[in-house]
């Protein structure tokens, strides 16, 4: 009928026997007293050998100030010097050692008075332990004997995804799907079957919903316009809406995972995918992350080389994962590996529209790339109120490698926010142009040893009175 949590406080009587405890208070007292009469005796010993040895050293016969002191009373006296001044030294030493271990004694009393004083305090009264405890309500029509097992939620236990992709040169990638996994909920989790959910339960679960919102002329503080604007201004009600929008919050957006190991079955619901993973972990309650596997799966993929020589001269191994459209991956942290070597770190982030993941192996030395302004081929030209510029590049490829490749190039050209500016590409040299971004592509077949050299220019049109910012 009903579940709750609360703390309950179970009663402990105290431990010692309080007439006991007084006696032996008494005993540890007494024990104190006598130890403080033998550090002020050795303290005192000490400092009657501390007088002596300056009384010593201050003698007018050791000083030479006398006289009628002869060069043999000098000696004498010098002989005696050294030898009391080595047994003051030594009985000194001595009391010193006593010193210190009177001292940790007393320490050693001191602190088991407290103890003692702080229990004798408390008393007969009852010491009160906190216990977490599950209430949970049942009501049943007949008399029966049942087995009620209860779950419960915890907020201090969460796992992250994780992958590592093993790519080779025969075209096909592992996938190996990861959690990494944290509980500090106060027990350890020994030889546990282990449930993984794509669901929060700490997410708010309310569907947003949108409140109109409104345009209006941007505000000028200066007070001409200010007057002026002020019948608009006054006509919008709700005008406190437009400030806010800002703050209007964003949708989130979770994908489900997949499984394919043979250690995880899968239960895919309506809003969330549970893994129930079939091997038995033992995670204990620290601040460590701990590895659980989830799936593996071979990924067929294509191999092809990109380069973006406007922004870096290098040539970049590139895998086209395939087969990605019965599989729902979750963005997480990747680790890369090629041909058996570690190659570096990237993010998994799926496009929910997309079955096709581009994965970077990273740079190739063998394929150079080269990509300069042309300057005989950059002009001006000035009308009476237009002025048109010509600009053209020049990138340069040589597959030193000693078999045939295919490359991506993509360069750019500049798009136009302003009616009169106007962009016209004028010679591609066999690019496709994407006029939304003004990325120009070239998809090349290049043979072993061979060099290529591909021109584009594009044309800028604008008024001669004004500056062009960008170009």
């Not at 005696?80 to 030493?93: C, D, G, K, M, P």
């Not at 309310?206 to 000028?220: S, V």
């Given at each position: 009928m009903d579940v709750k949590f609360q703390v309950q406080y179970n009663e402990v009587p105290p431990k010692e026997n309080p007439n006991q405890i007084d006696k032996t208070l008494k005993v540890v007292n007494d024990s104190l007293v006598m130890l403080n009469f033998e550090i002020e005796e050795l303290n005192e010993q000490l400092q009657s050998y501390t007088t002596e040895k300056n009384i010593l050293l201050n003698n007018r016969l050791l000083k030479g100030e006398s006289l009628r002191d002869t060069l043999d009373m000098f000696k004498d006296g010098i002989a005696?010097?050294?030898?009391?001044?080595?047994?003051?030294?030594?009985?000194?030493?001595v009391i010193k050692k006593n010193l210190y271990y009177k001292n940790a004694q007393k320490t050693a009393l001191q602190t088991r008075i407290n103890e003692l004083n702080k229990i004798n305090q408390s008393g007969q009264q009852a010491v009160k332990e906190s216990v977490p405890a599950i209430v949970v309500m049942v009501y049943s029509e007949l008399q029966t004997n049942a087995k009620v097992s209860v779950s419960f939620y915890v907020d201090q236990a969460a796992w992250l995804p994780s992958y590592d992709l093993r790519a080779n040169s025969t075209g096909t990638i592992e996938l190996n799907y990861k959690a990494e996994l944290r509980q500090?909920?106060?027990?350890?989790?020994?030889?546990?079957?282990?449930?993984?959910?794509?669901?929060?339960?700490?997410?708010?679960?309310?569907?947003?919903?949108?409140?109109?919102?409104?345009?209006?002329?941007?505000?000028?503080?200066?007070?001409?316009?200010?007057?002026?604007?002020?019948?608009?201004?006054?006509?919008?009600?709700?005008?406190?809406?437009?400030?806010?929008?800002?703050?209007?919050?964003?949708?989130?957006?979770?994908?489900?995972?997949?499984?394919l190991a043979s250690y995880t079955e899968e239960r895919e619901g309506m809003i969330q995918t549970e893994y129930d993973i079939k091997l038995k972990y033992t995670i204990p309650h620290d601040d460590d992350l701990h590895v659980v596997s989830i799936q593996s799966k071979d990924m067929n993929s294509q191999y092809h080389y990109s380069a973006v020589p406007k922004m870096d001269i290098n040539a970049y191994l590139v895998a086209d994962i395939l087969d990605l459209s019965d599989m729902n991956l979750i963005a997480g942290s990747s680790r890369i590996y090629f041909d058996g070597s570690f190659i570096g770190k990237s993010v998994l982030n799926p496009d929910a529209?997309?079955?096709?993941?581009?994965?970077?192996?990273?740079k190739d030395r063998s394929i150079v790339l080269s990509r300069k302004k042309l300057k005989d081929k950059t002009k001006e030209r000035l009308l009476v109120d237009e002025k048109t510029i010509l600009t053209s590049y020049e990138i340069k490829i040589k597959n030193n490698k000693s078999t045939a490749i295919s490359l991506e190039l993509t360069d750019q050209i500049p798009l136009s926010v302003h009616a009169n500016i106007k962009v016209a590409l004028i010679e591609g040299g066999g690019a496709t142009l994407n006029p939304e971004t003004g990325i120009l592509t070239w998809k090349l077949d290049m043979k072993a040893m061979e060099t290529k050299t591909i021109q584009f220019s594009y044309e800028l049109k604008a008024p001669k009175s004004k500056g062009l910012a960008g170009r």
């Open positions: 005696f010097l050294r030898a009391r001044l080595a047994n003051i030294s030594s009985e000194s030493t500090q909920t106060g027990m350890d989790w020994n030889n546990v079957s282990l449930t993984l959910s794509t669901g929060n339960p700490a997410l708010n679960t309310q569907k947003p919903m949108l409140t109109p919102f409104y345009i209006n002329f941007a505000q000028n503080f200066r007070k001409k316009l200010m007057n002026e604007n002020r019948e608009l201004l006054s006509s919008v009600p709700t005008l406190e809406a437009a400030t806010a929008e800002g703050d209007m919050s964003k949708d989130e957006m979770m994908l489900d995972a997949a499984t529209f997309t079955d096709t993941i581009q994965l970077s192996l990273g």
